[in-house]
């Protein structure tokens, strides 16, 4: 199943603006959940909004922003706590026109149960740099100045007013794109920093690793060590050596070992706990996993 697509070079990449507005809504307004035709960023500017898209949940908080992609599908509520003021801009990556379409007419609600799949993930190459991934949430409070830029050359219709949202959607998207390069950059030293931790749990999934043991390989505090290690993978260690040891486990059923058997090799002391956290992960029990089998797809590296 494809996760991840490529929206091409970004200098070959002619972005359109479709939609832009700044809006407050009240505690209880729910949008979906929903697929859209094009692609949307969503800036809070007061509040907080909450929001499901795959199999992850994210809180956008004021001066961060979500970016949702087409025929993605998502559901965005309110927090019960208060109202939120947001912007809400549509766009298309690439469109030879710069002249607005409204998404609105080919919106569509989704009924029934969402399937909790990973979110499709949208990547543009850059020159020099190589492939960048569109973040799903992130924070962007500098570039807060130029959405309301977008929401009032949309709403006044100035002569010209297409190509000036086309140049003020490039400043935006760009100001992503370096950004996510700087984090990259980061994050990349400092990996190298737990690198010796990361290889004790993808070499032995199965052992049971304290904190305390993955800090002493990289001779740091447990307590340091830990926000390192979330800051540089997005997760805990402890939710790291589950999603490791699932991915072994994954393989070990496609080739026909028993559950029993699969939850002894990773050292669960019971089949219960074992099938507790595989279908935590999976949204499916080791049985039926084995039964009908699949691609590794929840992949975290």
Request: charged share 20%; aromatic share 10%; net charge neutral.
């Amino acid at each position: 199943m494809e996760h991840s697509r490529s929206l091409g070079p970004m200098g070959l990449l002619l972005p359109a603006v479709n939609y832009a507005n700044i809006q407050n809504v009240t505690v209880g307004t729910v949008y979906g959940p929903r697929t859209i035709p094009d692609y949307q960023l969503v800036y809070v500017v007061s509040g907080r909004m909450d929001l499901l898209i795959g199999s992850d949940t994210y809180a956008i908080l004021p001066g961060e922003c979500a970016y949702l992609g087409s025929d993605t599908l998502h559901k965005l509520s309110v927090h019960p706590d208060k109202s939120v003021t947001f912007i809400s801009l549509h766009f298309d990556w690439h469109r030879l026109s710069p002249e607005p379409i409204h998404p609105g007419p080919k919106l569509k609600n989704f009924t029934g149960s969402p399937p909790s799949e990973p979110a499709l993930r949208y990547t543009v190459e850059v020159e020099g740099y190589g492939s960048v991934t569109i973040p799903v949430h992130f924070k962007f409070m500098e570039s807060e100045r130029i959405l309301h830029q977008i929401v009032q050359e949309y709403k006044e219709e100035e002569h010209g007013y297409s190509f000036v949202l086309r140049g003020l959607l490039m400043q935006v998207l760009t100001e992503i794109m370096r950004r996510e390069l700087d984090v990259s950059t980061t994050r990349s030293s400092k990996r190298s920093m737990i690198r010796n931790a990361l290889q004790m749990i993808v070499e032995r999934p199965e052992h049971a690793w304290s904190i305390t043991e993955l800090a002493e390989s990289c001779g740091y505090h447990h307590i340091y060590f830990s926000q390192l290690f979330k800051e540089v993978m997005g997760v805990s260690p402890k939710p790291y050596m589950i999603h490791k040891r699932i991915q072994l486990a994954k393989k070990l059923l496609l080739k026909e070992e028993k559950v029993e058997v699969v939850a002894n090799k990773l050292g669960y002391a019971s089949i219960h706990y074992f099938s507790r956290h595989f279908k935590a992960i999976t949204g499916m029990s080791p049985s039926t996993f084995r039964l009908y089998g699949g691609e590794d797809d929840q992949k975290i590296e």
